[in-house]
């Protein structure tokens, strides 16, 4: 190369040398690839090409990411170790919470005493008191076809349910919920597309449907920490998730009062399964351990509270979801829609 090209060279590397170096000097990226690419360099080579070959990997790490190594740098720094526990707590020490570009941070939340709130699957305003006085002997006699054959449909679920699980309350109770958790937000679902192509309210019953899901899905969450599944009952909650669902969503498209009559009833068989695992816990056949702490914070309760508490909390929530399927029937069965009549929001 001519003189005049390497002093044309050696100009635009110097100008352009910051921007392509980001926050790093050069003699600094000169110890970090000096073993790597500068060692083979021979006696009398032009100084413009050592220059090039300097700064060629740093402009390859500049330009192949989103921010430069000094960035980066300072978000590492940035980073701080809160961890989740079991269940969406804050136990675990290891994991990391990084602070994100977009500023969308996890608010700190405390108790009413102050102290933290280790659960991020629910929040303090989310939990309440189970309301235990309710009757639990409500029952809807069936009377039209629709409604016999809502009822008979349950009642031929229960029986491989009964033969597969037998004495096994806890599995039992996993795998009721999987399957009670799909009917509310299934609903919800629906609803919620009715409202946005006719352009109107839904009278409250979308979050009424999707707050059923969700407490539902806060009993799956309590009865893991109880009973572990095995394998193959986590395949078995797939297969009967997969087919229940799509079952369900297409009754619900063809008749809603059948759908919700037929969820009243399984709730009916939900509050028998879970009166038949209070027995065997009076019993002793199966041991009354501490409830788990997702359930003490969830609904309220004492520190000193048994699995016993828990079912009866449980039994009490599955009694309410009854009473809600089965209003929800009865204003379809009275020819008027679910927006006509206010939706029981809150109704534990």
Same mark, same amino acid.
């Given at each position: ?73 300072? &978000? &590492? ?27 969308? &941070? ?5 108790? &009413? ?43 031929? %679920? ?119 695992? %209070?027995?065997? %816990? ?55 829609? %679910? ?10």
């Amino acid at each position: 190369m001519t003189r005049g090209g390497t002093k044309l060279a050696n100009s635009m590397l110097a100008l352009a040398g910051h921007r392509l170096l980001s926050t790093i000097s050069n003699a600094a990226a000169s110890k970090k690839v000096v073993s790597g690419i500068l060692v083979g360099r021979t006696v009398g080579s032009p100084a413009w090409s050592t220059t090039f070959l300097v700064r060629g990997p740093i402009f390859g790490v500049r330009n192949g990411g989103t921010m430069a190594l000094g960035e980066k740098e300072g &978000e &590492e720094k940035k980073v701080s170790t809160t961890g989740t526990g079991t269940g969406g707590g804050s136990d675990n020490k290891d994991e990391k919470t990084v602070a994100s570009y977009w500023g969308v &941070e996890a608010p700190k939340v405390t108790k &009413e005493d102050g102290t933290e709130w280790k659960w991020t699957c629910f929040r303090p305003w989310e939990t309440y008191q189970a309301d235990l006085s309710i009757d639990l002997k409500k029952h809807h006699a069936p009377v039209t076809f629709m409604d016999k054959m809502a009822y008979w449909t349950v009642k031929s %679920l229960r029986w491989p349910t009964d033969l597969f699980f037998q004495r096994r309350y806890g599995c039992r109770a996993m795998m009721l919920e999987t399957v009670a958790a799909v009917p509310g937000m299934v609903g919800g679902m629906l609803l919620h597309c009715k409202s946005l192509r006719r352009f109107e309210h839904s009278g409250g019953w979308i979050k009424t449907l999707l707050e059923e899901a969700e407490n539902e899905r806060m009993h799956l969450m309590t009865f893991m920490e109880v009973a572990k599944p095995r394998w193959y009952e986590r395949a078995l909650v797939m297969t009967v998730q997969g087919v229940f669902f799509n079952a369900y969503f297409l009754g619900y498209l063809i008749s809603p009062k059948f759908a919700h009559r037929m969820v009243g009833y399984l709730e009916e068989e939900a509050i028998h399964s879970y009166t038949e695992f %209070l027995k065997e %816990l009076d019993k002793g056949n199966i041991e009354n351990v501490p409830a788990p702490a997702i359930a003490i914070d969830y609904w309220r309760m004492p520190p000193n509270s048994t699995l016993k508490d828990v079912v009866m909390v449980v039994r009490a929530d599955e009694a309410h979801h009854r009473d809600v399927n089965h209003f929800a029937s009865d204003i379809h069965y009275q020819g008027r829609q %679910l927006r006509e009549a206010p939706a029981p929001l809150g109704y534990h």
